[in-house]
């Protein structure tokens, strides 16, 4: 288990090919594509527009403290 140095929550890292790592928050959302929703980032750093549903794509946000 990852701690962030400034707030202390959980984080966890998304590796990215030939890229530095995502710091995306522990617990991962559930979304569904929508051009105009929030940004979530899938398993290889990918990043997806969506809003939230029960059932859907796994996606992670940012970790901003």
Known sequence: MDRCSRCGRE???IKRKD???LVVNKNPSHFIP???GDMYFIY???MRKGR???DGLRGYTLHNC
């Open 34 to 36: 929508d051009k105009s």
């Open 44 to 46: 290889d750093g990918e």
């Open 52 to 54: 939230i549903a029960q």
């Open 11 to 13: 984080i966890g890292f």
């Open 19 to 21: 890229k530095k790592p």
